[in-house]
């Protein structure tokens, strides 16, 4: 591998790190390390793993088969359950849409200090701007680089000094201590949401359409979602140990956005809580513009429309008004004053419902000689895809009596 | 296409009853369970404010951050002190309630103080705050 090379990938990964983490691991990781400590950093391990595992499958199909997420959604499910499939992946699409909205305004709030209700169209619009002005990659890494700032949390954790025992244990499932079990439960569940969420993978397989992968992409495809989504996870752990040294011990269930950033400001004074902030209304603001885009693409693949942010916008104008309008409703859904915190718990529930349909399609192409021909999934991928659908499944029932019977998490 | 409505509308019927959850439980009667719960969010409130206190005292935020973030905290507490003012319970838990309602007041207080406070009054606060807060538990 050439040195230009090895830099454009060690850039992906970077720009993958900073853009792992949204909104929804904000909120769950944070949650959950507040109310059981290190005790679920094994759930973290579990969602990253089948992140890479559904990543690398539809990174693969893009490159092989040239076929985006949702194109094959319609093709394999038939139209009825794809429309269906369609319409709840929009309107998680939409929620998590408004949450990162939200979210950006949050912090452009903790930052700036100007009313709430004031900074929302000025994200809008800021968020518009960038989608619609910077290329691509530039949007990836713009905002990748600069969500970086997260790493704060990574250094904030090393200097509360965490019992390192008791955090070695957390990734060891077991028995679990405090808090009730359907408690326990919520959060394994809204953990695997944050981290499987299904429009990173739309986003993902789209993106490489776009970039036109081809054979030669394919080890590119394999250290990006490995490293990336892994070094990504990195910052879940990190979150989650803050909040399990900090947070727990005084009982602070973090309910704001600006709760994870005081952590920060706790280890590492005010420069770690503007790095904090930095990062967090980066990663966020990048993805409330992948969650937009995610759902343009998937109405444009599921209508056959010509899509692509590579295209110019008059020529795929039904993708180009798509992305648009989700941003302005997402606009007018933060508007109403609904809290992006909460917005976000139910975002991440509901698109864990959405998980099964989203990944079913990606593991029976891969598994397909037709699409794939010799590039179908090797012994190791069923296996985990396998099990991972299992899994999906498992949660995505449990998701919504879970969140009813818990009342969010609050027992 | 008949398939998936049915999913689509009981999904939608779960959406409503889980923003209903979500969202009710202000004010009315209640119970010794809802009680410990406005407690514990009380106490979180109290807790997290002492902490901003702290760390605002000792130079550690911005005094943007700490405006801005003792007033989303300060409208919770408000929130709560106000629902407890009209929530009535039964008999027994009566003490509990007035205990609590008075708290909730003097933890919204706190908070809208701290965010426009001087150096001496963050200590002041820091330990106020810390104090509602072990009382609370």
């Known amino acids: ?411 | 296409m008949s398939a998936p409505s049915h999913p689509s509308r009981a999904l939608v019927a779960l959406v409503a009853l889980a923003l209903l959850a979500g969202g009710c439980g202000a004010g009315g009667t209640l119970s010794a369970k809802a009680l410990s719960q406005e407690s514990k969010s009380l106490q979180s409130l109290a807790s997290e404010g002492a902490l901003l206190a702290r760390n605002a005292h000792a130079g550690r935020t911005t005094r943007t951050f700490t405006r801005v973030h003792s007033e989303e905290l300060y409208k919770a507490a408000s929130k709560a002190s106000t629902s407890l003012r009209a929530a009535k319970t039964e008999p027994k838990l009566e003490p509990k309630l007035r205990k609590l309602t008075f708290l909730a007041g003097k933890v919204s207080g706190d908070l809208k103080r701290l965010g426009h406070a001087s150096k001496t009054e963050q200590a002041l606060l820091a330990h106020e705050l810390e104090l509602a807060a072990r009382t609370l538990q």
């Open chain 1, 1 to 411: 591998m050439s040195v230009k090379n090895v830099l454009a990938v060690a850039l992906g990964i970077l720009s993958a790190i900073g853009g792992f983490v949204d909104i929804g691991d904000l909120v769950f990781n944070t949650q959950a390390g507040a109310t059981f400590g290190y005790q679920l950093l094994w759930v973290v391990v579990v969602g990253v793993v089948g992140i890479i595992v559904y990543s690398e499958m539809c990174g693969r199909v893009a490159a092989v088969a040239k076929r985006p997420v949702f194109d094959l959604v319609r093709e394999r499910v038939g139209f009825g359950a794809g429309l269906g499939t369609l319409i709840a992946s929009q309107i998680v699409n939409l929620m998590t849409c408004a949450a990162e909205v939200g979210g950006v305004a949050i912090c452009l709030q903790l930052l700036a200090g100007l009313p709430y209700r004031a900074l929302i169209p000025l994200a809008v619009v800021a968020l518009v701007l960038s989608a619609w002005v910077l290329p691509f990659e530039w949007i990836e890494r713009v905002f990748g680089y600069l969500g970086l700032g997260l790493l704060v949390f990574a250094v904030a954790a090393i200097k509360l000094h965490p019992d390192w025992v008791r955090v070695a244990h957390g990734f060891v499932p077991g028995h679990h201590v405090g808090g009730s079990l359907l408690v326990y439960l919520y959060f394994v569940v809204g953990l695997l949401g944050a981290a499987m969420t299904p429009y990173e993978v739309y986003f993902y397989s789209s993106g490489a359409v776009e970039d036109g992968w081809g054979l030669k992409e394919l080890g590119l495809n394999k250290v990006t979602s490995m490293i990336g989504y892994g070094l990504g996870g990195f910052l879940s752990f990190a979150l989650m140990i803050v909040a399990g040294t900090l947070f727990l011990p005084r009982n602070i269930d973090p309910q704001f956005l600006g709760t994870p950033p005081l952590a920060a400001a706790d280890a590492l004074g005010e420069v770690g809580l503007l790095l904090a902030l930095v990062g967090i209304l980066f990663a966020v603001g990048g993805a409330a513009i992948e969650t937009c885009f995610s759902g343009a693409y998937n109405t444009a693949q599921f209508f056959g429309w010509r899509w692509g942010k590579r295209e110019q916008p008059a020529a795929a104008s039904r993708f180009t008004l798509a992305w648009l309008v989700i941003f302005a409703l997402a606009f007018l859904v933060v508007m109403t004053g609904y809290d992006p915190v909460k917005l976000t718990e139910y975002s991440v529930i509901f698109s864990v419902v959405a998980l099964p349909l989203t990944y079913l399609p990606i593991l029976l192409v891969a598994n397909d000689r037709s699409y794939m021909g010799s590039n179908v999934n090797g012994r190791l991928a069923n296996v985990l895809g396998v099990v991972y659908f299992v899994v999906i499944l498992a949660i995505a029932v449990a998701a919504i009596p879970l969140m009813l019977l818990t009342n969010g998490g609050q027992g």
